[in-house]
């Protein structure tokens, strides 16, 4: 079974950065698809962006395209979302996941889940 644990949010005012991180232990993630979703109060957790176990593929919900960035480190089994010109509607726990299924944004199709990390962005 892996474990993913996420870490890098914060408080950060609207405009600014933030780079998540999420290292994967337990069994290397190299062969997976790895995402990241988000899910503000109130509302349904939702696709953010998805990698490829090559890092050659990747997709973005058109909310965040062009403004975050996804990435990964096989050799370190670590996943990674820049995100820049964040905006107060990023405000949201990041979850990230593992997903056996080529670059899916279904979030059925991802088996393994981090805890989450708050983002907040303030205006």
């Known amino acids: 079974q892996v474990q993913l644990v996420e870490s890098g949010g914060g408080l950060v005012q609207a405009g600014g950065s933030l780079r998540l991180s999420c290292a994967a232990s337990?069994?290397?993630?190299?062969?997976?698809?790895m995402g990241w979703f988000r899910q503000a109060p109130g509302n349904e957790r939702e696709f953010v962006s998805v990698?490829?176990?090559?890092?050659?593929?990747?997709y973005y919900a058109d909310s965040v395209k062009g403004r975050f960035t996804i990435s990964r480190d096989n050799a370190k089994n670590t996943v990674y979302l820049q995100m820049n010109s964040l905006k107060p509607e990023d405000t949201a726990v990041y979850y990230c996941?593992?997903?056996?299924?080529?670059?899916?944004?279904?979030?059925?199709?991802?088996?393994?889940w981090g805890q989450g990390t708050q983002v907040t962005v303030s205006s």
């Open positions: 996941a593992l997903s056996s299924f080529k670059t899916s944004r279904l979030e059925a199709d991802f088996g393994s």
């Open positions: 337990g069994r290397t993630f190299s062969g997976y698809s």
């Open positions: 990698i490829s176990w090559s890092g050659r593929t990747t």
